[in-house]
């Protein structure tokens, strides 16, 4: 089974589902389609994408009416991530509501690295903490957009509640940090409820579609995760072959979805 975790859903349509105020990007939607999910549905059958985990996008915010629309529409390939703003005190509550609402809500995502400090100061924060908690509560997957320099920070709230998965996106965007940096991210790894999402990599590369030029990266990676703890997301499916080469055809297929699977129960 593949499964991808990664893909964004967004739509011109801004007065049926209008940016966020208080969003950190937005795209131009003159760009967009009417109907993301058409497109996204038409793609997985073409890559042989089985199931896919949503990631609800910054631009939105707190207002997850699109990706819910999305997940009403395909329930059975279909799960989702959420966001809030940890310096929200509602925060922990407006997740709890939104899992109750829809059980397709499978993480929480945080989002912190350079150029993206207004979510958070520190993962110690108690506003962090209580997001944190909760999402492990609801038996969520915390999802951590995170950047280097904050791989430390982080690795101190994941050694304080072993119990609750935690998914890293991007390969913690390596090339956001130094290297000595990026040697923090790495020993993340010594922690088991840690998986690393082998995704983002033309965010480091021009290398497409398989950004082969970044394998010494992706190979320490691997090497430390391990084929249990890596799972593929973003690109085409072909990225976890071209990349994981050197381990076996059964182990591929955990990176590309039975791990993913595993991580959310979604049997």
Same mark, same amino acid.
């Given at each position: 089974?593949?499964?991808?975790?990664?893909?964004?859903?967004?739509?011109?349509?801004?007065?049926?589902?209008?940016?966020?105020?208080?969003?950190? #990007?937005?795209?131009?939607?003159?760009?967009?389609?009417?109907?993301? %999910?058409?497109?996204?549905?038409?793609?997985?059958?073409?890559?042989?994408?089985?199931?896919?985990?949503?990631?609800?996008?910054?631009?939105? @915010?707190?207002?997850?009416?699109?990706?819910?629309?999305? %997940?009403?529409?395909?329930?059975?390939?279909?799960?989702?991530?959420?966001?809030?703003?940890?310096?929200?005190?509602?925060?922990?509550?407006?997740?709890?509501? %939104?899992?109750?609402?829809?059980?397709?809500?499978?993480?929480?995502?945080?989002?912190?690295?350079?150029?993206?400090?207004?979510?958070?100061?520190?993962?110690?924060?108690?506003?962090?903490?209580?997001?944190?908690?909760?999402?492990?509560?609801?038996?969520?997957?915390?999802?951590?957009?995170?950047?280097?320099? #904050?791989?430390?920070?982080?690795?101190?709230?994941?050694?304080?509640?072993?119990?609750?998965?935690?998914?890293?996106?991007?390969?913690?965007?390596? @090339?956001?940090?130094?290297?000595?940096?990026?040697?923090?991210?790495?020993?993340?790894?010594?922690?088991?409820?840690?998986?690393?999402?082998?995704?983002?990599?033309?965010?480091?590369?021009?290398?497409?579609?398989?950004?082969?030029?970044?394998?010494?990266?992706?190979?320490?990676?691997?090497?430390?995760?391990?084929?249990?703890?890596?799972?593929?997301?973003?690109?085409?499916?072909?990225?976890?072959?071209?990349?994981?080469?050197?381990?076996?055809?059964?182990?591929?297929?955990?990176?590309?979805?039975?791990?993913?699977?595993?991580?959310?129960?979604?049997?």
């Amino acid at each position: 089974m593949v499964v991808e975790w990664n893909a964004h859903m967004f739509t011109r349509r801004t007065d049926l589902y209008p940016f966020h105020p208080h969003a950190a #990007y937005t795209p131009s939607p003159e760009s967009l389609p009417d109907d993301p %999910l058409v497109d996204y549905v038409l793609r997985m059958d073409r890559e042989g994408i089985d199931r896919a985990i949503l990631v609800h996008p910054e631009p939105y @915010g707190d207002d997850h009416t699109l990706v819910l629309d999305c %997940l009403r529409r395909e329930p059975d390939r279909l799960r989702a991530t959420s966001l809030f703003y940890p310096m929200d005190p509602d925060a922990p509550g407006k997740l709890r509501d %939104l899992v109750s609402r829809q059980p397709g809500i499978v993480a929480f995502r945080f989002h912190a690295h350079r150029g993206k400090e207004m979510y958070l100061d520190s993962f110690q924060d108690s506003s962090v903490t209580a997001l944190w908690e909760m999402a492990g509560d609801l038996g969520l997957v915390v999802e951590l957009h995170i950047g280097p320099n #904050y791989a430390d920070d982080a690795g101190k709230v994941i050694a304080d509640h072993p119990g609750i998965p935690v998914l890293i996106d991007h390969l913690a965007e390596p @090339g956001m940090g130094s290297s000595d940096e990026y040697k923090d991210v790495l020993s993340l790894a010594r922690y088991e409820n840690v998986t690393m999402k082998l995704s983002g990599l033309g965010h480091i590369s021009q290398d497409a579609p398989l950004y082969e030029d970044v394998k010494p990266l992706t190979r320490r990676v691997a090497e430390a995760f391990g084929p249990d703890r890596l799972v593929w997301g973003g690109g085409m499916p072909a990225i976890v072959d071209a990349h994981l080469d050197f381990w076996t055809v059964e182990e591929r297929a955990r990176v590309k979805g039975e791990t993913i699977r595993k991580l959310i129960r979604w049997d």
